[in-house]
């Protein structure tokens, strides 16, 4: 599926331009998202948004199903710790993801390939800024061949 | 396991299903070949001579007490007034498999009448292998802490006992039942060692060492899912690996999916997992799990200060949160 792109941007000489996926919270990093869109604020193109009520709807197999799917990164956003907008989801979204983060990395994952950050609804730079980061990071990268699933 | 410690167990079973106090004992057997012990539940007071305490490792007792109490409840006759407590031996790991039964709702202390037994370490049957083949092995016994094999023609061979401790069992700190209505065995110093010592050689390497070690040891896997099976802690209905709809992980035993269902599995044991090792026992392709698990482990301790099974009182780390916690990786 996405490989066929990386085969044909391959042949026509084409720099690798990573595939980004963003899991934005409602409330604040998606609202954040949106103010950086109104703004007119310049981000690169990569990424791909998905919009879950709170960052602790995320399960952290939907990161590794995304890694399977040939996603080169993955974003999770979430409200600032204290601003949840259900008060605690992105309490237990942190714990769940500073375990999920080491696990990777020392299974042997490129630190990078999963990335976290809290934005929020007022954060239109920011936003741009961690994408930024995110899309650069995997760049350097290259293409994800770890965890992937070739059907 | 000196023949005082049977005994004393064989006693107090005795005892306990004699007079009434217990319904039933859960244990192990002499199984039908050398160094396979099997499970068993007693309910006379005349079985309780069956019981032995296998030196070797094959399985512990925590998994088959939950699903004993938990099939039960489910029985149509069953009258919680009348229902009697499952007496358990068990070593110090599963004491911490059952007291995060406990902590997870699965019974209560009540329900069970523990048998502690002090702990020097089982012996890995693997690593006796090397010494005696399995179809060579007539008999086998451990005398003062050191198995002695007697091969089909009469060959006697003794086992040096660091060569034969399981791997898990060496770095364990855990050798005193923390929990127990009654305790029996000799007291066993725990060893000087960092516990997490094996995660900390392994994360020397590079990450690319890293992902090499886990593709192919991932490779050989045959998703038979024996790990999962022998895990104490693993008891959901329906395993995220099995669903289909969602479709978390491929049912297939190639790479991807593989890597999926270990992965999966074990940060479903973040914070769960009690270290006994029976994963990597039951593993008919000799994967260290444990070296995986004990990272998850570690991060656990490092982050939350949470150590698994030690606490009925304790909340699991990923069941609450704190406004304090680490921020840890996050932009």
Known sequence: MIKLEEKSMEQAGQEFEPRVLAIL?????????????????????NVRIVKVPCSARVNPLYLVRALQEGWDGVLVSGCHPGDCHYIGGNYAARRRFSVLQ??????????????????????????SEVIETVVDRVKKLGPSRRLVKEY | ?????????????????G??????AVGYEEGTVPLAARPVIIRLAEDAGKLVLEPFRSGGTALYVRRYLVERRGQRDFDPEKAGKLAVVARPCDIKAMINHIKEKQYAREDIYIIGVHCPGVVDRGKIFQHLGPYDIAEAAVKDNVPVLKSRTGKKVEVPRDDALADVCARCLQRAPHDADETVGKE???????????????????????????ETQMNRCIRCRACRQACPMCYCNTCFADQTNPAWIGQTAADPDVQGFHIGRLMHMAGRCVDCGLCETACPMNIPLTLLNRKLDQVIYDLFGYQSGMNPEEVPPLSTYNPDDPNKGFM
């Open chain 1, 25 to 45: 919270c409602t409330w604040c990093s998606y609202a954040g998202a949106d103010l950086a869109g109104v703004g007119r604020m310049q981000y690169p193109p």
């Open chain 1, 102 to 127: 080491q696990f990777l990395d020392y299974v042997g994952l490129e630190p990078g390939r999963v990335n976290f950050s809290w934005v929020s609804a007022s954060e239109g730079a920011k936003f």
């Open chain 2, 19 to 24: 007079s009434g106090r217990v319904e039933a």
């Open chain 2, 188 to 214: 066993v110093p725990a060893p000087d060692t960092d516990p997490f010592a094996v995660v900390a050689a392994h994360e020397k390497k590079t990450v690319d060492e890293r992902w090499q070690w886990f």
């Open chain 2, 1 to 17: 396991m000196h023949m005082d410690t049977i005994k004393h167990i064989r006693d107090t079973l005795s005892k306990l299903l």
